[in-house]
């Protein structure tokens, strides 16, 4: 199997991290094992485990911050 490699989402940290390409199982919510940050593996961001990968990919850029997710899921 293939394998990717990323970078972790966070400025602060931008640890080397490496995905199976080709994987059946689509891993949304890992933990960077440098910051210990979770973030959605699909998207490469932090994490938005409040909201799905389609959805969170149709926002807009300025949309995107976990105030406003946070505020996102107060109105749902």
């Known amino acids: 199997m293939e394998c990717e490699k ?3 989402p ?18 949304m919510e890992s933990e ?9 593996a699909r998207c490469n961001v932090g994490s938005h485990s409040k909201i799905g990968c389609e959805d969170y990919q149709r926002l807009n850029e300025d949309e995107r911050g976990s105030e406003d997710l946070m505020v996102r899921e107060m109105a749902n």
């Open 10 to 27: 966070f400025n602060d940290c931008s640890a080397v991290l490496v995905r199976e390409i080709g994987e059946d199982e689509v891993i």
């Open 32 to 40: 960077c094992p440098i910051c210990h940050r979770l973030f959605c």
């Open 6 to 8: 990323f970078y972790c």
